[in-house]
């Protein structure tokens, strides 16, 4: 009998700068108001912590993190909209937190939309609290969108 190796569906990856087309149709698919690729290309330059999801090779996520005295900060989760719900966000989310602290980070924040419920969900599951809201941080359909502001203790 023979034994047979089965390849781990979902594989976590650095970001290179050859990865950012693949990311922007995820990111172009995931956001109403999506980041440039000069915003990625910018955070992959600065040496932010820039991580892929990837399934069978394809980019199907990533996460995106400055770490800089003592604080780290989330500044994009995603997974592609055919991928949710799989356990994935909140994968990629304790990948990052385990490299802020790695980085000696004793704090982790983030931003999400007011109205993000999903990703509200995944933060607080994750042990993030409300700390502040940033009025009228992110353009929305109409007008303007409030930002809560999280943070949590690594
Ligand atoms: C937020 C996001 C990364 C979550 O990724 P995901 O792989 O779907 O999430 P997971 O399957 O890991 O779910 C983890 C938890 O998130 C919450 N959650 C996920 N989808 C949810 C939904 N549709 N409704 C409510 N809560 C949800 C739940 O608490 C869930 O835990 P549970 O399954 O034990 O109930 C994903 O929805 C996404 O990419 N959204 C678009 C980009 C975005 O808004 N990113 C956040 C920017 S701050």
């Excluded at 924040?109 to 609290?129: D, H, I, K, Q």
Aim: aromatic fraction near 8%; hydrophobic fraction near 45%; charged fraction near 20%.
């Amino acid at each position: 009998m023979s034994a047979v190796l089965r390849r781990p569906e979902f594989v976590m990856l650095p970001m290179l700068g050859e990865d950012v087309p693949a990311v922007m149709e995820v990111e172009t698919a995931a956001y109403p108001f999506p980041w440039t690729e000069g915003i990625f290309r910018d955070c992959l330059r600065v040496g932010y912590c820039c991580w892929l999801l990837t399934r069978e090779e394809a980019v199907v996520g990533y996460g995106v993190m400055s770490v800089a005295a003592g604080e780290c900060h989330i500044l994009n989760l995603c997974v592609h909209p055919s991928l949710r719900g799989q356990g994935q966000g909140r994968v990629m989310l304790r990948c990052l937190i385990g490299i802020g602290r790695n980085h000696n980070a004793d704090t982790a924040f983030l931003e999400v939309r007011a109205s993000n419920r999903s990703a509200l969900r995944l933060y607080e599951a994750e042990g993030f609290c409300e700390v502040g809201i940033r009025r009228g941080y992110y353009p929305a359909a109409e007008g303007r969108e409030d930002a809560v502001i999280m943070a949590r203790s690594l």
